[in-house]
């Protein structure tokens, strides 16, 4: 009776998986990799058009491609393969302990990938630092997260691993985002003028978003084994896509103005 139901449960499996039924799946995996990818390719026109709304964008098509690939795979399962009943019950129990313990860390990702999309520690676009990474979420997917370094790299990371660990966001979905520029004076230094310069260069930016203040932060710190004056400016960038280049512009003219004006730096 045993060999019976092995020799069914055999001639069901195979029969679910004839070649009819395995072009039909690798078809409808095929549509639906091409849907996701038309999606995407139309949001990118979207965000190239409305370029002030590319974090909402962002956000859509990631939301887009959960809902595609999960409503798919139940699609695949139930419209395609058509497991019987018999089938599943005779196979289910070994079946989810195999699979469960095979893919417990996918699986992990895969919560925690819901996780991140409804609790929202970060979002698509978000300017990030992670493990001593920094760089922009590029894409939330149901299995990892990916991240592109201001050196254009892209990091894959697991999504369950930012359930465990710490995640800061520099802007949270905001365009603009605070940028931290060090000068260091000598302890002689005029730090009133040094101050009122790197003000007026932040100010002048093409890159400064004004609507929020200017401030700075002034502490000694040690230089090369020597103490001197640290000089923290911090000011907001309008678009987190000129982070750097509105540090280097400040950097660049504020040094060039104390140079200029004769504010004292760190002997070297």
């Not at 499996?13 to 004839?18: A, K, Y």
């Not at 590319?54 to 990631?62: E, G, K, S």
């Not at 101050?195 to 978003?209: E, L």
Request: charged share 20%; with cysteine.
């Amino acid at each position: 009776m045993n060999d019976d139901n092995l020799a069914s449960q055999l001639s069901t499996f195979v029969d679910m998986f004839n070649a009819g039924t395995i072009f039909l799946l690798f078809f409808c995996i095929f549509v639906l990799w091409l849907i996701n990818w038309l999606i995407r390719h139309m949001m990118g026109r979207v965000m190239t058009r409305f370029p002030s709304r590319r974090f909402a964008v962002m956000q859509l098509t990631t939301l887009l491609s959960f809902v595609l690939y999960i409503i798919g795979a139940i699609v695949l399962v139930v419209g395609v393969l058509r497991p019987p009943q018999e089938f599943l019950i005779a196979i289910g129990g070994s079946a989810a302990v195999a699979v469960g313990f095979a893919l417990k860390d996918v699986a992990a990702s895969l919560i925690s990938g819901l996780i991140l999309l409804f609790d929202r520690p970060f979002q698509v676009g978000d300017r990030v630092t992670f493990d001593n990474v920094y760089g922009e979420i590029m894409a939330i997917t149901l299995r990892t997260v990916r991240l592109r370094t201001l050196d254009d790299n892209i990091v894959t990371i697991p999504n369950s691993r930012f359930i465990t660990d710490v995640v800061a966001s520099g802007n949270l979905g905001a365009m603009d985002m605070m940028v931290v520029t060090d000068f260091h004076l000598a302890l002689d230094a005029d730090i009133q003028q040094a101050q009122d310069i790197a003000r007026q260069v932040i100010v002048t930016s093409r890159f400064a978003y004004l609507k929020k203040p200017v401030t700075f932060a002034i502490e000694e710190v040690q230089v090369a084994e020597r103490l001197a004056i640290r000089l923290r400016a911090k000011a907001y960038v309008l678009d987190v896509d000129y982070e750097k280049a509105f540090q280097s512009d400040v950097t660049v003219r504020t040094s060039a103005l104390f140079r200029e004006r004769g504010v004292l730096r760190p002997a070297g």
